[in-house]
């Protein structure tokens, strides 16, 4: 059973960085493409980015230039790299592993971007 554990979330100020992280326990890591979601309040939940199992990665237009994301398979993790956060991306942010029809979801760790 694949389990998804996020965290880095946290209150920053506009401008500000933060790293997510998203460990992966379980078997089977190299196989899954990762994604990480956001949810805001009232709003549907939204593609961030993504990084198939050979590690090409894919942003939604609105994090382009500004967020990365990477996987470190050693250490069967997930980052996501964000840098120049607005408001605009408070958000709860969700981890997601899937492979063919398996999809498995983290419990979400809070970004809260505010002055």
């Known amino acids: 059973q694949v389990q998804l554990v996020e965290s880095g979330g946290g209150l920053v100020q506009p401008g500000g960085s933060l790293r997510l992280s998203c460990v992966f326990s379980g078997s089977g890591f190299i196989i899954y493409s990762m994604g990480w979601y956001r949810q805001a309040p009232g709003k549907q939940r939204e593609l961030v980015a993504s990084?198939?199992?050979?590690?090409?990665?894919s942003y939604a237009d609105s994090v382009k230039g500004r967020f990365t994301i990477s996987r470190e398979t050693a250490k069967l993790t997930v980052y996501l790299q964000m840098n120049s956060l607005d408001p605009e991306d408070t958000s709860v942010y969700y981890c997601?592993?899937?492979?063919?029809?398996?999809?498995?979801w983290g419990k979400g760790t809070l970004v809260t971007v505010s002055s």
């Open positions: 997601k592993a899937s492979y063919d029809d398996m999809v498995y």
């Open positions: 990084i198939s199992r050979l590690g090409s990665a």
